[in-house]
């Protein structure tokens, strides 16, 4: 009886062991693929922030998630960033509470406010949401993304970019 007993003392070792590699193994796979989330929100809001300091708006668009582009035209979109703030560099320095679904991204900026010429540089809590497998930028105005928002008013009229410039 002695025998029996420890050699299931035994197999429990073995197999809680066992249990607990593999727990270890998932853990750091899930541990994993968090970095690698991060690793590419990172480079791709790097790309979004540096075409917002180029002001190039139109390729700033494409990085939005499927909500601005049902409220917005690319030239609306285009309209409401040209006026409020020239950006003279950004840059991505951490990003925060990436899941499957979302993660914060940190921006150091600075830049001139338009209307008021005052210098600024402050750090930006900016959201990204994972949407048909990819990561893409959550468009908010004062904490509320754009699609909860009414229609913007903004005027058809818009200077668009010509080929070549």
Known sequence: MRKYLIGWLIALLVVGGGIAFAKKKVEKKESDVKVQKADELKKKA???WNYKVKRSFYKMYDFECSNVHKKLTRDEYAQVFGKVIMLQDAKVKKVRGVDDKSAKVVVGVKGVLVPAAKSIKLDVQDPWK??????CHVFEVKGKPVSSMPAMGVPPKVDVPKKGR
């Open 46 to 48: 790097q790309e979004y």
């Open 130 to 135: 994972i949407e048909n497998g990819r990561w």
